[in-house]
């Protein structure tokens, strides 16, 4: 199996995820990009750059390099890319897994993740 997270922003629904994702992008530069995202998941009371900073902070980052980096049109570019990638897979809802390529959009149920746990092919 193998595991890739692609950003999907709906600013629409979540006003800061372009600039959340962004913030995991710009973490992920400097070898913490699971440790941002969920930190982000876990406290999404305080998602505004002070804590965004406190959270590099404590992650150890670089902070005048993870500022820049969250701001970077590299960054931008690499989160509106996978924004259209989901969009033209289809995707309409996060999270969607895709498992031997079809779609589960939605909060996968146990069954789901059993067989994924168990190595078989869900579908």
Do not use: I
């Not at 997270?5 to 600013?11: G, I, S």
């Not at 965004?52 to 980096?69: G, H, K, P, S, V």
């Amino acid at each position: 199996m193998r595991r890739v997270f692609r950003h999907f922003p709906v600013v629409s629904k979540h006003p800061r995820a372009r600039v959340l994702a962004q913030a995991v992008e710009a973490a992920a530069l400097q070898g913490a990009f699971w440790e941002m995202h969920d930190s982000l998941f876990a406290d999404q009371g305080h998602l505004d750059p002070p804590h965004l900073w406190e959270r590099a902070r404590r992650l150890a980052l670089d902070l005048d390099r993870f500022e820049a980096d969250r701001r970077s049109d590299a960054v931008a570019e690499r989160v509106q890319r996978d924004f259209r990638s989901g969009v033209r897979a289809g995707v309409t809802t996060t999270p969607t897994l895709f498992v031997d390529g079809r779609a589960y959009a939605g909060v996968p149920d146990g069954e789901l993740l059993a067989r994924l746990s168990e190595g078989g092919a869900a579908g």
